[in-house]
């Protein structure tokens, strides 16, 4: 990094393109057998929403095996799926609830790639249906946090729930729920066990009746001897962050995301993309800076780490809008 924790540009390099044109928000992603995997997700393939269109979900599953290669089409999820939550494990790609156009799913699958083939195995499903939800590997403890039971955006939880990935017959525990107003479309990290649940939306009721956002600040950690504890506020809002977030050098970053500063503008058409801005939490300190820019901003996207890379995986620029762009830092 540079002198005061910035992460330069010249850090970021642009991966192949996803074979998906339009790019896709809310994919599953992570990497089996050495292999960047990135699957489902959602997009406008016909009209922008502002001029009635339509949001499709997808099933495809695509696979790169370097960075320098070509991706190539591997497989089908076993439905169209989207706003899940996927975490990278030795043993595979975790994939955790989701949508799809009617509904959200409990449902639980693991990906593996091996011998260039895809294996999807069905495991224990969650004990609520969520989507926009974030979660992260602690050790070997896979921690569910937030999210929605049903699609409109009407209601969400701060319902929290874990499963022991070591052992195969393991059923997901509830822990206590993070505390605070019940959100969606945050951004998970964790560090030296502990887990970080960082930003996302609340709903609140607007006297004209409608539901809006709330954009959030908070950061919460989480250790089972310890429960939920808050901490130092963000320097801005974040949601829909790539997540599970990275870490360097004791710094979780926060890498863009929407802070809603744009959330009245239009006409949405010429909306001007996210914002860059990268927020950097100092663990030890408890204390926030901003560490430099994206090349471009990005919200409701995964990230994984590859090859010594931090990858966030296609996504949206701006609302209604994703780009198959893919950018991988050095950030260590």
Aim: proline share 9%; glycine share 12%; net charge neutral.
């Amino acid at each position: 990094m540079m002198p005061g924790g910035a992460i330069p540009l010249s850090d970021w390099v642009r991966l192949p393109d996803l074979p998906s044109k339009l790019g896709l928000a809310g994919a599953f992603a992570g990497v089996a057998d050495g292999c960047l995997l990135v699957a489902g997700g959602a997009n406008f393939p016909d009209q922008m929403p502002w001029d009635g269109g339509i949001k499709k979900w997808h099933d495809t599953v695509y696979a790169l095996e370097k960075p320098d290669g070509a991706w190539s089409t591997v497989g089908q999820l076993p439905m169209p799926l989207g706003y899940g939550v996927s975490v990278t494990t030795t043993d595979g790609i975790f994939c955790v609830g989701g949508s799809d156009s009617q509904r959200h799913y409990s449902n639980v699958f693991r990906l593996t790639w091996k011998r260039n083939k895809l294996t999807t195995e069905n495991l224990h499903p969650l004990p609520i249906a969520l989507a926009n939800h974030c979660g992260a590997l602690v050790g070997t403890t896979l921690y569910i946090v937030g999210g929605n039971e049903k699609p409109g955006e009407l209601e969400c939880v701060n319902r929290a729930f874990t499963l022991d990935l070591s052992n195969p017959t393991a059923r997901w525990i509830e822990i206590p729920s993070l505390p605070g107003k019940p959100r969606f479309l945050s951004t998970a990290g964790t560090h030296d066990g502990t887990l970080f649940i960082v930003g996302g939306t609340s709903l609140e009721s607007n006297p004209n009746g409608k539901i809006s956002r709330n954009y959030l600040k908070e950061i919460w950690s989480y250790r089972s001897d310890q429960g939920w504890v808050l901490r130092a506020p963000m320097l801005k809002p974040a949601v829909a962050a790539p997540t599970p977030a990275p870490v360097l050098a004791g710094r979780l970053l926060i890498l863009t995301g929407d802070d809603g500063s744009l959330a009245q503008f239009r006409p949405l058409a010429q909306h001007p993309g996210f914002p860059s801005a990268i927020q950097s939490y100092d663990i030890p300190t408890d204390s926030w800076t901003f560490s430099g820019e994206l090349p471009a901003g990005r919200a409701v996207l995964p990230c994984v780490q590859w090859q010594g890379k931090t990858v966030i995986i296609s996504g949206e620029q701006r609302p209604g809008v994703r780009t198959p762009e893919i950018l991988a830092g050095k950030l260590n």
